[in-house]
T-cell receptor, first 111, second 112 residues
Framework: LAKTTQPVSMDSYEGQEVNITCSHN???????ITWYQQFPSQGPRFIIQ???TKVTNEVASLFIPADRKSSTLSLPRVSLSDTAVYYC????????????FGGGTRVLVKP | NAGVTQTPKFRVLKTGQSMTLLCAQD?????MYWYRQDPGMGLRLIHY???????AKGEVPDGYNVSRLKKQNFLLGLESAAPSQTSVYFC???????????FGPGTRLTVL
């Protein structure tokens, strides 16, 4: 699986937009980009997945440039409950046998 | 529909003791996984299963054994617990056609 690099932590305030960028320079042609969210004392939860351009769901948006060497998870108008660790994973779609979680980005939303 | 459940939620062992962690899913998923998460770290895959009766090693399998006798259950065993196995253990499952892994609430294990 392609290695990913993302910031260790980010602080934000309620109502702001949070953008987390993940670098994956050696992404392969058939790799997808997937983001998981983990609250304290809970297991990770799937947020969003994409291959190229932009994907949006009710929780977040995922922006992927044409070269696909990075991706940005965008959380609109965050609330205190969005405080969590966010993991970026890169790999073949449905290749769940070998999900590799890095250290993730710890997002702290302040009032 | 309970999703993925794990038993027990907490456990304290002494070095050398054995125990089994149970993971159960009611989504008829083919794939199941065991991860461990150390403080401030990401998850690391211990073992996984692609179907009933099959298991395979993940990234950190040493000191653990697993069994998948029934499709809905995936057991993780520690034959002789060591302090280095103090961690939070997460189980996950995934359907054969799906992309998403569904995680359980975790088991916090402390080995003294």
């Amino acid at each position: 699986l392609a290695k990913t690099t993302q910031p260790v932590s980010m602080d934000s305030y309620e109502g702001q937009e949070v953008n987390i960028t993940c670098s994956h320079n050696n992404i392969a042609t058939n790799d997808y980009i997937t983001w998981y969210q983990q609250f304290p004392s809970q297991g990770p939860r799937f947020i969003i997945q994409g291959y190229k351009t932009k994907v949006t769901n009710e929780v977040a948006s995922l922006f992927i440039p044409a070269d696909r060497k990075s991706s940005t998870l965008s959380l609109p108008r965050v609330s205190l409950s969005d405080t969590a660790v966010y993991y970026c994973l890169v790999g073949v779609k449905a290749a769940g046998n070998k999900l590799t979680f890095g250290g993730g980005t710890r997002v702290l939303v302040k009032p | 529909n309970a999703g993925v459940t794990q038993t027990p939620k907490f456990r304290v062992l002494k070095t050398g003791q054995s125990m089994t962690l149970l993971c159960a899913q009611d989504m008829n998923h083919e794939y199941m996984y065991w991860y461990r998460q150390d403080p401030g770290m990401g998850l690391r895959l211990i073992h996984y299963s692609v179907g009933e009766g099959t298991t395979a090693k993940g990234e950190v399998p040493d000191g653990y054994n697993v069994s998948r006798l029934k499709k809905q259950n995936f057991l993780l065993g520690l034959e002789s617990a060591a302090p280095s196995q103090t961690s939070v253990y997460f189980c996950a499952s995934r359907g054969s056609q799906g992309d998403t892994q569904y995680f359980g609430p975790g088991t916090r294990l402390t080995v003294l």
